[in-house]
C-alpha cells in the first residue's frame, strides 16, 4: 500500500473528511519523527552512560553528577514508554482504528491529535476518566 504524498505545509482540520488519507499520513509521518527523535535521545544517553563511572573527586561534585545522571535515567524511562504508545499508535492508523475515542468510538478531536498524537480517549473521555481517578484517590 503506498502511502498518499503529503502537501507541502498541510494541516489537518476538522473541515476535511476525518481520518482522510492524506491525514492518516500527516499523524504516521508525525508519529515516526518524534519516535526518530526519542530514539536519537536515547542512543546520546547510553553513549554518555557507557563512558563510565562519575570520577568527581569531590565529593558534592559527585552527588551532583549521580543525581544528573538519574534524573536522565528516569526521563529516558518514561521515553521508553513513549515510544511503546507511539507504536500503538502506529498499530492503531494500520488498523484503522487511530483517532478515535477508545471508550465512545467517537472521533478525536483533530486539535487533539495534533497536540497529543497518542491520544487514545476524546477529551470529554479524558476529562471523565481524570475526575473519577481524583475521586479514587481522595477516598
Known amino acids: 500500500m503506498s502511502s498518499p504524498l503529503l502537501p507541502k505545509n498541510y494541516a489537518p482540520s ?3 473528511e476525518f481520518m482522510n488519507p492524506v491525514m492518516r499520513e500527516y499523524f504516521r509521518q508525525k508519529l515516526l519523527r ?3 527523535e526519542l530514539l536519537a535521545e536515547s542512543s546520546e544517553t547510553l553513549s554518555s552512560l557507557q563512558e563510565g563511572g562519575i570520577q568527581e573527586p569531590d565529593i558534592a561534585d559527585r552527588a551532583s553528577a549521580e543525581t544528573d545522571r538519574a534524573l536522565e535515567l528516569r526521563t529516558r524511562d518514561r521515553e521508553r514508554k513513549l515510544i511503546s504508545k507511539i507504536d500503538a499508535a502506529l498499530e492503531r492508523l494500520q488498523d484503522g482504528s487511530y483517532g478515535y475515542c477508545e471508550e465512545t ?3 478525536i478531536s483533530v486539535r487533539r491529535l495534533d497536540a497529543r498524537p497518542i491520544a487514545t480517549l476524546s477529551l470529554e473521555a479524558q476529562e471523565r476518566h481524570e475526575r ?3 475521586t479514587q484517590r481522595d477516598d
Request: charged share 60%.
Open 14 to 16: 476538522e473541515d476535511e
Open 34 to 36: 518524534w519516535r526518530a
Open 105 to 107: 468510538g467517537e472521533p
Open 132 to 134: 473519577m481517578e481524583r
